[in-house]
């Protein structure tokens, strides 16, 4: 299909489309541009791609660029829908740079009554503006029976103001029939600035009755305003399964978190399901402010900033309940890193990693040791203690106060890599220089080897000119 471009300035009513196609079947609209603003009311919806179909239509490589304005329809950077077929919108991507805007908002958005829905791959970038209502990546929505994934989808925000939900990938089917599967799966959320006043999702899958998975989500805050909330995965089901699992939380940088502020690694609406399993939080080197609460972690790794000290309140402050738990499992502390750039660690420091205002459950390797590095070069066995209301780390070995810092492995084999590849080069260089003096000698001598003896009719040992033996 051949791309087409649309650029509207100063408002309009109606709805908008970089391109659409409307049948029966195989509807497909692909490579649009569309481009908004800076200024204007608009009170239509906005589609990149727009494809509408009673069996099969997906919309793809849509792309939607919004400059100013007011909006109070919806926008998408590519729509497909379909009654019982397969919608897909893929590849699309939406950019906000300022404006106001009322309705929710998607990278892509796939809808079916009984159909397969399919929001992959899309990206929406916000930089600016106030948003009254939901961001998505993508989203894939069935009202009756089918099956929806969102997957691969991305948030990236660096400014502007949030009051909806946010979620990289949101997959919904009303009513499932059968053991078909929703999911949300390898999306994302990155945000550096901006102010958020409701949840963050990495992944939403969600239905009435089946089976849901969110998982392998990421969220990532290095900046901005939290008033809400983080959530890795949520699974929802009043029916079957809910397994919001493996998705990962990254706070860095200084963030500020409101004081109700939570961090999950997942969440359901279904009481007993797993919202635990290989679930990560990661503080690197983070500065930022403490959260109200924190749960649904199993794991917990660390990279503590150069200016970090054992006078330090802790490397994350929880101003309520932290909880280790989740049903018979409990969390872990995977890692305790410290960032290159500060001084060497001393035997004997201890540093707090997390304090709380309470602590449910206790760390399965509470009072055993892990190995710590401090950039690439130093390594450290690290002693980890649960007490009250803390979590401490303390070196035990391989720090300063009377002993040098220990050399990470990794390094020493690097090191001596690199010696014994030079021995190597030099054992080379005397082959070479040896073999070249001979080979010279040689030639001198008719072809004989240095230190060989010649003779010749009527010779003697040494040969001619004195050039024997001892003489090489």
Known sequence: ?????????????????????????????????????????YSGNIYGGYADSVANADSFNNNVSILGGSFTGQIHGAYASTLNGIASAYNNTVIIDGGTFSIFLTGGL???????????????????????????????????????????NTVTITGGIVTGTIAGGQAIVQNVSGASPVHASNNSVLISGGVFNNVIYGGI????????????????????????GITGGYAGTTIGGAFATGNTVI??????????????????????????????????????????????????????????????????????????????????????????????????????????????????????????????????????????????????SGGGGGSAATLNPQMKAVSEGRTSGAIAVNQGGDLVAGQGINSAVASTHGGQPAGSSRSGSGGSAGGRGGLGSSGA
Do not use: C
């Open 110 to 152: 796939a809808i079916a009554n009984d159909g397969i829905t399919s929001a992959s791959n899309n990206s929406f970038t916000i930089n600016g503006g106030t948003i009254n209502n939901n961001v998505y990546g993508g989203s894939a929505h069935s009202s009756g029976n089918g099956v929806s994934g969102a997957d691969g």
């Open 251 to 396: 706070i860095t940088n200084s963030p500020t978190f409101n004081a109700g502020a939570f961090l999950l690694g997942g969440a359901t609406n279904k009481p007993g399901e797993d919202v635990f399993s290989n679930n990560r939080l990661k503080i690197w080197n983070y500065t930022g402010s403490s959260v109200g609460q924190v749960l649904n972690f199993k794991y917990y790794n660390f990279l503590l900033p150069p200016s970090f000290t054992t006078a330090s309140s802790a490397a994350l402050g929880v101003t309520g309940n932290l909880n280790l738990t989740s049903g018979s499992n409990s969390s872990t502390i995977e890692a305790v890193d410290f960032a290159g750039g500060g001084p060497t660690r001393n035997n004997g420091d201890v540093y707090t990693l997390l304090r709380a205002g309470s602590i449910t459950g206790t760390i399965t390797n509470n009072g055993q040791t892990i190995a710590g590095k401090q950039g690439a070069a130093l390594q450290y066995t690290i002693l980890l203690a649960q007490n009250a209301n803390t979590i401490t780390a303390t070196i035990i």
């Open 1 to 41: 299909l051949a791309a087409s471009w649309t650029n509207i300035n100063g408002g309009a009513s109606g709805a908008i489309y970089g391109d659409s196609a409307v049948g029966v079947t195989n509807q497909s609209t692909s490579s649009n541009n569309v481009t908004i603003g800076p200024s204007g009311s």
């Open 205 to 228: 899958a969600s239905t009435s009755t089946g089976s849901t998975y969110a998982t392998g989500n990421t969220v990532t805050v290095s900046g901005g305003t939290v008033n809400g």
